[in-house]
């Protein structure tokens, strides 16, 4: 993702995303979140509303990245919350993502080719086959 939408992501609720500052060794938010600009205003809003239920600020993000083309949100509880809340909330959102094209944010299709699996719009996919044409 773009660093620029990463910083606007984080700067929702920083106290999240404090792996993004640490070493490989100690996060693997470290290497940023691990998608495509598209799933921005996804990875934002599941951000924005998990923090707003996050009154104690106990959820720490580890990850956030595309797995078999769908958005994957890995985090922790560093103390008590509304476990099955956040949960509801993520999968929402992860499940958003099967149907919103990474690359660009409009309807897509998770399709596989060659071993992978991605969520894009046929715009995006055709332009991705093309090779970036």
């Not at 993004?20 to 979140?33: N, R, T």
């Not at 998990?50 to 797995?67: F, G, P, R, S, W």
């Not at 094209?101 to 998770?110: D, L, Q, S, V």
Request: hydrophobic share 30%; aromatic share 12%.
């Amino acid at each position: 993702m773009d660093v620029k939408l990463e910083k606007k992501i984080i700067s929702v609720a920083p106290y999240m995303f404090i792996g993004y500052y640490k070493s490989p060794q100690e996060s693997c938010l470290s290497f940023g979140i691990e998608t495509s600009s598209g799933w921005y205003e996804l990875i934002y809003n599941l951000v924005k509303e998990l923090a707003e239920i996050d009154k104690n600020k106990v959820i720490v993000v580890d990850q956030v990245k595309e797995k078999f083309g769908v958005l994957s949100f890995y985090y922790t509880l560093t103390g008590d919350c509304d476990n099955e809340k956040i949960d509801r909330i993520v999968d929402t959102y992860e499940h958003k993502s099967k149907t919103t094209c990474e690359m660009c944010g409009e309807k897509g299709e998770i399709k596989y080719r060659g071993g992978w699996a991605t969520c894009l719009c046929e715009k995006c996919r055709k332009k991705r086959m093309d090779g970036g044409k």
